[in-house]
């Protein structure tokens, strides 16, 4: 493959552009580089599925793979437009695991069984936790044995084992002779396999060239690095009345089921204000579905003995009398904003717990939301439409979101997913700042052992075995 004198029009506005890239056979690339910095577009060239102003391609590959959080969104998406829910007068869970996955030859089996999915193959894909979503995502797309499969950010969403058995599988494939394209946020991600990089940085290539000789250059080192101090949090304008003497959150004996499994049952817990809890567990085990229980998006929380902020879920209490209370950052939630708004607007969201903004706001919340951007550092993207950023930009604003109202309980469903190290590592100080503080109490969710603050003491672990969760309590 070769690319000369590259030049197209991202959606922000800017131009990725280089001059000459060529890729020979036997090499095996990563795109890496800032979040926004074009890596995403530039992979898209593969495909053909970048409009290029000038420049010119040639040995494009006949048929080209992608696993992304993108295509993942897409194929969500997708589901969600053929629910037929309404028309059943029953939940319609979508397209069953089994049929995407055909034919269920030795190779999907083998890796079935690599990523422990295969309890999930009558299951609908809209009932997929997240990191099942992106297993099922994964083997569509191998199982179509493309000339070019590009992996954009990977492993993420994927608990430890699931990592591990993943990366063996695509070494496996390498030395079959598998073409791939690997694009990264994290550098500490990239496999040992990958012989060249591409490094990206504001739509221009930085560098291109082996890996050992990319990695050394100190620019890189210093764009890859967190160093600024972290500006004081702005000061929160919602007062919440909340007796002090009343827990956050009492569950008791609360379950969940889905048709004829129990994710789990007969767990107690309770939440006290200013006290931090990392969930932890592997993919599938029931995290996603307890904080769903949590925010009232699991209609089961009805039937569950479930006390939030001194209401009793069931007596009477509105979906915004829950809500308002909470702030929120998950990938269902990015996905769920498909509202057109731009930045702004849509941190301006999380004062009326709203996807997307349909009132008139006053000064005061629009200089509250650019203190936050600013903080960030998006405030310059403010009046860009949410779409047109990079998913770890997007990831970024969401947080943002959800820390406007410094909300009595925040709930961070991996929120560092998509970004890169910089933004990792603020949003770490974020947390760890808001842990210390303790105005807000935290539910932190993360498959990721490094990226628990030591502000967080607490510990929720689900322990997944043939289907049913076991949960254990614990203070470090």
Same mark, same amino acid.
């Given at each position: 493959?070769?690319?000369?004198?590259?030049?197209?029009?991202?959606?922000?506005?800017?131009?990725?552009?280089?001059?000459?890239?060529?890729?020979?056979?036997?090499?095996?690339?990563?795109?890496?580089?800032?979040?926004?910095?074009?890596?995403?577009?530039?992979?898209?060239?593969?495909?053909?599925?970048?409009?290029?102003?000038?420049?010119?391609?040639?040995?494009?590959?006949?048929?080209?793979?992608?696993?992304?959080?993108?295509?993942?969104?897409?194929?969500?998406?997708?589901?969600?437009?053929?629910?037929?829910?309404?028309?059943?007068?029953?939940?319609?869970?979508?397209?069953?695991?089994?049929?995407?996955?055909?034919?269920?030859?030795?190779?999907?089996?083998?890796? !079935?069984?690599?990523?422990? !999915?295969?309890?999930?193959?009558?299951?609908?894909?809209?009932?997929?936790?997240?990191?099942?979503?992106?297993?099922?995502?994964?083997?569509?797309?191998?199982?179509?044995?493309?000339?070019?499969?590009?992996?954009?950010?990977?492993?993420?969403?994927?608990?430890?084992?699931?990592?591990?058995?993943? =990366?063996?599988?695509?070494?496996?494939?390498?030395?079959?002779?598998?073409?791939?394209?690997?694009?990264?946020?994290?550098?500490?991600?990239?496999?040992?396999?990958?012989?060249?990089?591409?490094?990206?940085?504001?739509?221009?290539?930085?560098?291109?060239?082996?890996?050992?000789?990319?990695?050394?250059?100190?620019?890189?080192?210093?764009?890859?690095?967190?160093?600024?101090?972290?500006?004081?949090?702005?000061?929160?304008?919602?007062?919440?009345?909340?007796?002090?003497?009343?827990?956050?959150?009492?569950?008791?004996?609360?379950?969940?089921?889905?048709?004829?499994?129990?994710?789990?049952?007969?767990?107690?817990?309770?939440?006290?204000?200013?006290?931090?809890?990392?969930?932890?567990?592997?993919?599938?085990?029931?995290?996603? =579905?307890?904080?769903?229980?949590?925010?009232?998006?699991?209609?089961?929380?009805?039937?569950?003995?479930?006390?939030?902020?001194?209401?009793?879920?069931?007596?009477?209490?509105?979906?915004?009398?829950?809500?308002?209370?909470?702030? !929120?950052?998950?990938?269902?939630?990015?996905?769920?904003?498909?509202?057109?708004?731009?930045?702004?607007?849509?941190?301006?969201?999380?004062?009326?717990? =709203?996807?997307?903004?349909?009132?008139?706001?006053?000064?005061?919340?629009?200089?509250?939301?650019?203190?936050?951007?600013?903080?960030?550092?998006?405030?310059?993207?403010?009046?860009? =439409?949410?779409?047109?950023?990079?998913?770890?930009?997007?990831?970024?604003?969401?947080?943002?979101?959800?820390?406007?109202?410094?909300?009595?309980?925040?709930?961070?469903?991996?929120?560092?997913?998509?970004?890169?190290?910089?933004?990792?590592?603020?949003?770490?100080?974020?947390?760890?700042?808001?842990?210390?503080?303790?105005?807000?109490?935290?539910?932190?969710?993360?498959?990721?052992?490094?990226?628990?603050?030591?502000?967080?003491?607490?510990?929720?672990?689900?322990?997944?075995?043939?289907?049913?969760?076991?949960?254990?309590?614990?203070?470090?």
């Amino acid at each position: 493959m070769q690319f000369t004198d590259v030049m197209a029009r991202l959606h922000d506005g800017r131009q990725l552009c280089f001059d000459h890239w060529q890729i020979q056979p036997g090499e095996y690339w990563a795109i890496t580089g800032t979040n926004g910095s074009g890596k995403t577009a530039l992979s898209c060239l593969f495909a053909d599925e970048l409009r290029l102003s000038h420049g010119q391609v040639s040995g494009l590959p006949q048929s080209v793979a992608y696993v992304s959080l993108e295509a993942q969104a897409a194929q969500i998406e997708f589901e969600r437009k053929q629910d037929e829910s309404d028309l059943n007068d029953c939940p319609d869970f979508g397209t069953r695991v089994r049929d995407l996955l055909q034919p269920l030859d030795a190779q999907v089996n083998h890796w !079935i069984d690599a990523l422990s !999915i295969r309890h999930l193959l009558d299951q609908g894909f809209r009932a997929l936790s997240t990191g099942e979503s992106r297993k099922v995502l994964w083997i569509n797309s191998l199982r179509q044995q493309p000339d070019l499969l590009v992996l954009d950010e990977p492993l993420e969403g994927l608990d430890q084992n699931s990592r591990h058995a993943l =990366s063996d599988e695509l070494e496996r494939i390498q030395q079959q002779g598998q073409a791939i394209v690997w694009v990264a946020n994290r550098l500490d991600e990239l496999p040992p396999w990958i012989t060249h990089v591409v490094f990206m940085h504001e739509g221009q290539m930085l560098y291109c060239d082996r890996k050992a000789t990319v990695l050394a250059q100190p620019e890189v080192a210093g764009l890859m690095h967190f160093d600024r101090d972290l500006a004081p949090f702005p000061e929160a304008i919602h007062q919440y009345d909340l007796a002090p003497e009343q827990p956050l959150l009492r569950l008791t004996d609360v379950s969940i089921r889905y048709q004829e499994r129990t994710l789990f049952d007969q767990l107690n817990w309770q939440v006290e204000p200013g006290q931090h809890w990392a969930i932890q567990g592997p993919n599938g085990c029931g995290k996603t =579905s307890l904080l769903q229980l949590i925010t009232g998006d699991n209609p089961q929380c009805y039937r569950n003995d479930l006390w939030l902020f001194g209401m009793q879920r069931g007596s009477g209490e509105t979906i915004w009398d829950i809500k308002k209370h909470i702030g !929120i950052v998950s990938a269902s939630l990015q996905w769920e904003y498909r509202a057109t708004t731009n930045v702004l607007s849509t941190v301006i969201s999380g004062l009326y717990d =709203s996807i997307g903004l349909y009132q008139a706001t006053g000064d005061s919340d629009k200089q509250l939301a650019l203190q936050w951007l600013e903080l960030i550092g998006l405030r310059d993207k403010a009046n860009q =439409s949410l779409q047109h950023l990079s998913y770890g930009e997007q990831r970024l604003v969401l947080i943002a979101r959800a820390l406007i109202k410094q909300p009595p309980l925040l709930i961070l469903d991996e929120p560092c997913q998509g970004l890169d190290d910089p933004s990792r590592q603020l949003v770490l100080s974020f947390i760890q700042r808001l842990a210390q503080q303790q105005r807000v109490t935290l539910l932190y969710i993360t498959h990721l052992a490094d990226e628990i603050p030591a502000a967080i003491q607490q510990r929720l672990q689900f322990d997944l075995n043939d289907g049913y969760s076991q949960i254990r309590i614990s203070t470090d």
